[in-house]
């Protein structure tokens, strides 16, 4: 997982553009937008991270380096 690249593709594309990738991949099809990654799998996870930052800010209004911050804390606290 890359912030940058996270932060990225939130300034880039809609959340509707991000779903759409998101379902692509999940049906192993290329999406139509770029997304940065090592491989399928970190390309998908920079999509779900980027899924969930713009559903912050559209829901809480969140900024989105705060979203992402929100993000990388719940990753950490995931596998601590």
């Given at each position: 997982?890359?912030?940058?690249?996270?932060?990225?593709?939130?300034?880039?594309?809609?959340?509707?553009?991000l779903?759409?990738?998101?379902?692509?991949?999940?049906?192993?099809?290329?999406?139509?937008?770029?997304?940065?990654?090592?491989?399928?799998?970190?390309?998908?996870?920079?999509?779900?991270?980027?899924?969930?930052?713009?559903?912050?800010?559209?829901t809480?209004?969140?900024?989105?380096m705060?979203?992402?911050?929100?993000?990388?804390?719940?990753?950490?606290?995931?596998?601590?």
């Open positions: 997982m890359k912030i940058p690249v996270i932060k990225k593709i939130v300034e880039q594309y809609t959340l509707e553009e779903q759409a990738a998101e379902a692509a991949m999940l049906e192993e099809q290329t999406p139509a937008i770029e997304i940065e990654g090592h491989d399928e799998g970190e390309k998908l996870t920079h999509v779900l991270a980027a899924v969930w930052v713009k559903n912050e800010m559209n809480n209004g969140t900024e989105a705060v979203a992402i911050r929100n993000y990388a804390q719940r990753v950490r606290n995931s596998i601590s």
